[in-house]
């Protein structure tokens, strides 16, 4: 971090994004101004200078949210969710800035971040508040034989916190940020450090749609210095991560004299399990998909599982369509596969690559940074022949990066894949109903995509198993995470 002048707007792709943090509804710079500096990965350049919050901000952060929480949690129901909706609106008004603006902050595909990610950004708002409206009725229950009445509530729990990660950072943080509003929390989030932008253009969204003052908050930040107080704050209620395992343990421990309720979701190393009656095709397109936003996807199948019967074909086709894939500047509509998020995740990538090498993994394809874009640009990678046991199997890389073995019947192919610490994803191709029914029930992950994947409506529940995270979120267990429930029980006089 730097103490320096800092502009309170910069212009990025066209777009005025402000440096600011957004704290009781106002414009901030922090205390002491310091400032950090964010660049894009596309071609390691300063995009610009953005406030750096501390221990001074996240106080007036938690502190405007309090403030807010009592008339936000008593508006009634139908008001709330037709605020929700308006930032849905203004979400979908914007998804050409916000996407270009991403784009360049994170380095993920900008025909990506236009189909798919800001759309979804704008349903994760919509989605919430229709729920809360139509779905979130319980009716009273009567006890049997004795009249007893019982009625169930979701009363919303305070003040949330929010670390967002920077691989998808204003889909993922509405995720949590989208039903923690419905609910009737306030929030306070701390965007990440390498892709900050996207979350200012959220509280302009926010503030226009007109949510009161000390609802919605940002502090930015590195996660030392801002997230790391919002951690161990005793005015947080819920606390919301997405990252790595190290960091996750860490934050748990900050929050446990707290006894604040925590969902994390963590990292993967999931399997894509293919069985010797598979559609090769749709098993080869599904592989390659792997690659999306340059492997740095916590989903992504990483351990290509596939039967020895037909290893050889699917090993050839998969390298024959990765080889296809068009590696370059993610702002180009027909790039495939762009650039890691910094110099250092690109140096950690690389280092795995390497030692698998020494180790005696055989490469197929890519194996080092692409020489020819340079910058952060890392070939698409395909490993066999790696050891039982060697940390490419075992560790999440996260990156462009897939390794791939063979395996001898379904039991062998299912061992194989249940032979990890994580547990967020599986994915399982095979042409046949009874043994894909067989086969899923015995692989251990949150989610398991059979015969396809990336898919998931957002009332069914999500979450990882093992290393892979706490909890689970969507539907009614966001209400269930974001409330106290509340039973209240009447004599039968009532």
Known sequence: MVTAPQPEKITVEGVEVDTRHWIGGERVTSADGATFTDVSPIDESVIGEISAGAEAEVDAAVAAARKAFPAWAGMP????????RKVADGVEARVEELAHVETRDNGALLRSHLRGV???????????ADYLEND?????MTVPGRGHRERITYDPAGVVAIITPWNAPLMLATWRIG???AAGNTVVVKPPEWAPLTASLLADIMRDAGLPDGVFNVVQGTGVDAGAPLTRHPGINRLCFTGSVPTAGVIAAAAAP???????ELGGKSPLLVLDDADMDLAVDIAVEQFDNAGQVCLKGARLLVDAKIAEEFTQRVLDKARTLKQGDPRDLTSDVSALITRKHFDTVDGFVQRAKADGARVLMGGGPNDELGGLFYSPTILADCPEGSEILTEEVFGPVLTIETFDGDEAGVAM????????????VTSDPERAERVSAQLRAGTVWVNCFFVRDLGAPFGGSGRSGIG??????????YCDVKNSVFAPSN
């Open 258 to 264: 707290n006894i604040v309720p925590l969902s994390f």
């Open 77 to 84: 129901v139908a008001e709330r969710a037709a605020l929700l």
């Open 118 to 128: 800001m759309p979804r950004v704008a349903m994760n708002f919509r989605f919430f």
């Open 472 to 481: 689970r979120e969507g539907g009614i267990w966001s209400f269930d995470f």
């Open 136 to 140: 979130l009725a319980h009716p009273d």
């Open 179 to 181: 039903p923690a509003l």
């Open 417 to 428: 894949a249940n032979d990890t610490r994580f547990g967020l994803a599986a994915t399982l």
